[in-house]
């Protein structure tokens, strides 16, 4: 099956056996009847498995061209799943620019038990390997990176990963599966904030990881079930509605996104634009030969390079809604040293370019002009 086919179709056969309904049925109830002990349909209580949670799993499996995959309740709880394979002493190693929340779940709340994390930019994969030792376990890349568009060679990583029998694990929520195919390239997890390009419609907040190997999927079953970090029935219903429009999404993210990075670039008041579909963009080689296109995620400093230049424009702006998350339908414009980004300390984040007058737009589907004129009239 090719991709389009598989988000409307993937992981979906004979859905309802009872009815035939098309769209999977919402399993909206916590337990299920056993004529006798253990005497069950395949489901005794929805912490462990739901039908509706578990047609989008097999959904997400099947776009990511993964074997098995799990839901959570967010994209934090999914990442919070993987670091539960580890115990203290383990070393992680992650990228250095990636999603706040992120750096802090690793920070705040894992190296207080007892795991080490280093974070170091991995455009270099030589890097990542002057950090290895024999406590090291994972590697977390996020690519595009969150908010800087750096793009990282899953290939070089995975190879480096696999040389000293690493798990590698990616976030792939910028990119989508229609972008860029993670597991594909030598990777051992996919992970997504499923809240933003998966769902699509800004209305659920969700997690997801894809894995191949039945050992690992085993293990993180596991811990979904212990833990109980799952994704509830409606909102696995209206993610796996989001995925049958992912492709045409993605296209018309891209072709909008594009647009607006060579407007920006363009525009007098406006200094640096962080798009890896311009040519010269430092990532841009890899970029072309991991993704199948560059996303609507771009980030930009306008030449005033003020704080207060940056809440300026996007306070003015009228079509982009000033908000967290990223990924809907609808454009975002975001204030990443203040918003998403605020958990990571100054020094940290301008290291990797977050600074103060850092502005990051989730362009969305609308009319390319109307999005274009509501940026022209806010840095006017
Ligand atoms: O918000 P949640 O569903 O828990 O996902 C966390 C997360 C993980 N990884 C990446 C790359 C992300 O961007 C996010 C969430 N990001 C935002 C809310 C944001 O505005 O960047």
């Not at 039945?214 to 109980?228: M, P, R, S, T």
């Amino acid at each position: 099956m090719k991709f389009n086919t598989k988000t409307i179709h993937g992981g979906q056969q004979n859905i309802d056996p009872a009815y035939g309904s098309v769209m999977p049925p919402i399993y909206q109830t916590s337990t299920y009847s056993q004529t006798t002990p253990g005497g069950h349909k395949g489901y005794e209580y929805s912490r462990s498995a739901n039908p509706t949670r578990t047609a989008l799993e097999n959904a997400l499996a099947s776009i990511e061209n993964g074997k098995f995959g799990l839901a959570f309740g967010s994209g934090l709880a999914a990442i919070d799943a993987v670091m539960k394979l580890f115990k203290p002493g383990d070393e992680i190693i992650s990228t250095n620019d990636l999603y706040g929340g992120s750096y802090r779940l690793f920070t705040k709340i894992f190296e207080g038990l007892g795991l080490k994390f280093h974070f170091v930019g991995m455009q270099d994969s030589s890097k990542i390997e002057s950090l290895i030792n024999t406590n090291t376990k994972l590697i977390w890349v996020e690519t595009p990176t969150n908010p800087m568009m750096s793009i990282i060679d899953i290939e070089a990583v995975a190879a480096v990963s696999k040389k000293h029998n690493l798990i590698l694990a990616v976030d792939n929520t910028f990119a989508t599966p229609y972008l860029q195919q993670p597991l594909e390239l030598g990777a051992d997890i996919v992970m997504h904030s499923a809240t933003k390009y998966l769902g699509g419609h800004s209305d659920v907040v969700m997690g997801s990881l894809v894995v191949n190997d039945k050992g690992l999927a085993d293990k993180l079953y596991f811990i979904q079930n212990a833990i109980g970090a799952i994704a509830g029935p409606m909102d696995s219903f209206l993610v796996l509605r989001g995925i049958k429009t992912l492709h045409i999404r993605m296209q018309r993210h891209c072709e909008n996104g594009e647009k607006i990075a060579h407007f920006l670039r363009s525009h007098p008041k406006v200094d640096k634009v962080y798009w890896p579909g311009f040519e010269d963009h430092p990532n841009h080689e890899i970029a072309k030969k991991q993704m199948s296109g560059y996303g609507g995620m771009i980030s930009f400093t306008t030449k005033e390079n003020s704080l207060k230049g940056a809440v300026s424009v996007v306070e003015k702006l009228k079509v982009f809604t000033l908000a967290e998350s990223l990924g809907g339908v609808e454009s975002l414009a975001g204030h990443p040293a203040s918003m998403t980004h605020a958990s990571i300390p100054k020094e940290e984040r301008e290291k990797t370019g977050v600074v103060d007058s850092l502005i990051r737009l989730s362009v969305g589907i609308e009319d390319e002009e109307d999005l274009i004129s509501d940026l022209k009239q806010a840095l006017a």
